[in-house]
């Protein structure tokens, strides 16, 4: 599993590898490169640019031991030169499966899954209120994040906006709000459960990589 940076690969490995293990399904997370260099270890996480994804896709994709590539990027901040970014209209759902679209047929190998989180990971962690605020110990703030739940049909679609995206709306609520830690430790307590019954299309590629172990 390709990853945008270390949020995701604790995710990953604090809550995806344990669930799909039950599965049968192992799940390496590694995290895309933002440069190689000749001599030294490589600079890790965030996206600059799509070739630096595409490089990496396809090396993984050359190991034939991997029975499945999948990759959990967030739509939010993508850069323009990905695949159908720049085209994509409509709502989240549609917009979100244009571009996954447009990623495969880039790549055009049936051993990719390509997966972006809507809109990005924090949104994912918006299927429980409570457990953010009890986690965050900021129980008085619990009712303002409910708000912000109950403003969309779905944590999903909770917008993809410098000022208003998901992550951007935790540190507004809670300036000590870190990423790696938090991020995977809300998610762990809210449960795989709550999340796939919250979120659609994390839904979808959760039970895709559950079939992997048949």
Known sequence: MLVEGQTEESFVKRVLQEHLLKYHVSLIPIIVSTKRVKSGPDFKGGIVSYKRIRRDILRLLNDSSAELVTTMFDLYGLPNDFPGRSEARGAPQEKVRFVEEAFKNDIDNRRLLGYLSLHEFEGLLFSSPSIIARTLNA????????????????????NDNPETAPSKRLLDIFPRYEKVFYGATIAHRIGINTM???????????????????
């Not at 129980?139 to 909770?158: A, G, L, M, V």
């Not at 796939?196 to 048949?214: D, M």
Request: proline residues 3%; aromatic residues 8%.
């Open 196 to 214: 796939r019954s919250e979120c659609h299309h994390f839904n979808e590629w959760i039970t895709v990589l559950e079939n992997l172990g048949e």
């Open 139 to 158: 129980q008085d703030r619990e009712n303002e994040i409910n708000r912000i739940r109950n403003s969309f049909s779905s944590p999903e679609e909770i």
